[in-house]
């Protein structure tokens, strides 16, 4: 079901709850939409840690913002799919920041092509969209600031990982169940890959449309409701957003509306007042700056 959320207004400074002090890592950030919420938060005063597997491409896209004036962020060399690449990253983040605040899993890739519908090295994209996001969240976890304000986690998801997207009436129980465990989210991610492997995934109900992707993120928003439930009550927000159909490269440039627009909405929901913050939720962005939750 869906639940109209009143349009995000400006940030206003004197609503203001972070500093320079406040430290945000962002993921997937030398290009597009990751890219653009590294500096939508650098422009609103948050200290940014760039992230890229690429260590050219991300070394460029921090240089670019330095040179544009923004000293507060930094980029290191991050490939959320290999654990000895998110080990050598925490530590490098404990040494440097010690604590952090604001956590957006935004890397992911997809290999079909706007309007194509064929599943193209559905490993690849399970583990960098949804296990590369939970294996580098679970690193970063002891090292969330929770003494005094709330931290954040945002998950960028997609609505084809909706659960209305599933014909198989099994699985959507299981992901529906308020008590969903984590082993519960590997079983049915690896019975996806099982039903793709013995080439019956259509006929098992699985997602129509970009079926390896959407069950990436059908997944990823699984795994938000059951952390947000672990860290209920103990200082720590976590929810999923799509950010709608956005003009990157993932979309071959096409979409409604553009990174920056999505950026502005992503740096609206991490940056709320305490007072107003959620967890748990999966927010969809219909037009710039006016999402609904579903639930």
């Known amino acids: 079901m869906d639940h109209p959320i009143s349009p995000l207004s400006p940030t ?6 972070w500093s320079e002090e406040t ?29 890229a597997r690429n260590a050219e491409n991300g070394s460029l896209a921090a240089d670019s913002l330095r040179r544009t004036g923004f000293r507060n962020v930094h980029f290191f060399c991050l490939d959320v799919t290999d654990p000895s690449s998110i080990a050598a990253f925490v530590s490098w983040f404990r040494l440097n920041f010690r604590v952090l605040d604001i956590l957006v899993n935004n890397a992911a890739v997809s290999f079909n092509a706007v ?4 599943i193209k090295e559905p490993e690849t994209i399970i583990k960098t969209n949804f296990y590369g ?11 969330f ?25 099994n699985v959507r129980q299981t992901l529906e169940n308020e008590d969903l465990t984590d082993e519960q989210i590997d079983e049915t991610v690896t019975q996806f890959l099982e039903d793709v492997s013995s080439g019956t995934w259509e006929k098992q109900g699985w997602p129509a449309n970009w079926s390896d992707y959407a069950v990436s993120k059908m997944a990823l928003n699984a795994y938000s409701r059951v952390l947000a439930r672990r860290y209920d009550g103990k200082n720590l927000s976590v929810n999923c957003l799509c950010p709608g159909f956005t003009r990157t490269s993932m979309t071959g440039g096409q ?23 959620t967890s748990g939720k999966f927010y969809i962005c219909v037009e710039p700056k006016k999402i609904i939750s579903r639930l």
Do not use: C
Request: net charge positive; glycine share 8%.
């Open 12 to 17: 206003q400074p004197s609503k203001r709850w």
């Open 23 to 51: 430290t945000a890592v962002v993921t997937g950030a030398n290009k597009g939409i990751g890219f653009a919420v590294v500096k939508k938060l650098l422009e609103l005063g948050v200290t940014v840690v760039l992230t």
């Open 115 to 118: 309007g194509e519908n064929s």
């Open 133 to 143: 996001a939970k294996l580098l969240t679970e690193a970063l976890l002891p090292l």
């Open 145 to 169: 600031r929770r003494s005094v304000s709330v931290s954040r986690i945002l998950n960028i998801s997609s609505r084809l990982g909706a659960l209305n997207k599933l014909r198989n009436p």
């Open 255 to 277: 979409g409604t509306h553009t990174a920056e627009e999505a950026a502005a909405t992503i740096a609206s929901l991490v940056l709320l007042h305490p007072e107003k913050l």
